[in-house]
């Protein structure tokens, strides 16, 4: 059974309302310089069908977030969860933002991890994991303090079966 030696808490600014986790190595990032909405989510989809990446909608306009990576959940309640495939091969994976999955799909010589995020690294042993990713807030709570709180919860467990394929970026409704 897989598990942490110790706790991992990151801290990620959002200012478009999408985080990920990306495998860095696989992930095929670059769309073209001038790509539009529907060829970028096209490719978060069939990344994410290669589990190569997971991408989620956190709220309108993004926020600073914390990210508990955990291998059990905890007892608090989340508002939304979900669980999504993703395979590490080069043993690690990273926390993102759509402003550098953006940079990434506009310039070749852009990378994931970015040079500013590239602290935020997921330490793992190569193979399937599934992740279950738990919002810990209502986004449509205008009165939400983020600060000094976890806003997610990211349970890894090893798995050798894939989820099913998925259709859109989870919690996107556009």
Request: net charge negative; hydrophobic share 40%.
């Amino acid at each position: 059974m897989f598990s942490f030696k110790k706790s991992l808490k990151l801290k990620i600014t959002d200012d478009s309302g999408f985080l990920a986790i990306a495998n860095s190595e696989k992930y095929n990032a670059f769309v073209g310089e001038n790509w539009e909405l529907d060829e970028l989510v096209s490719r978060f989809v069939e990344e994410m069908n290669k589990e190569n990446l997971i991408i989620w909608a956190t709220t309108m306009g993004g926020g600073e977030w914390s990210a508990a990576i955990l291998d059990k959940a905890t007892n608090k309640k989340a508002f939304r969860e979900f669980n999504k495939s993703i395979v590490v091969t080069n043993g690690q994976l990273c926390l993102t933002n759509y402003e550098d999955l953006t940079m990434a799909a506009a310039y070749t010589n852009e990378k994931i991890p970015s040079k500013h995020n590239s602290d935020l690294i997921i330490p793992l042993s190569n193979g399937r994991y599934v992740f279950r990713i738990r919002q810990m807030f209502d986004p449509e709570d205008y009165d939400y303090e983020a600060e000094g709180k976890i806003n997610f919860e990211i349970v890894i467990k090893q798995n050798d079966a894939p989820t099913q394929s998925i259709e859109n970026i989870f919690w996107w409704n556009e």
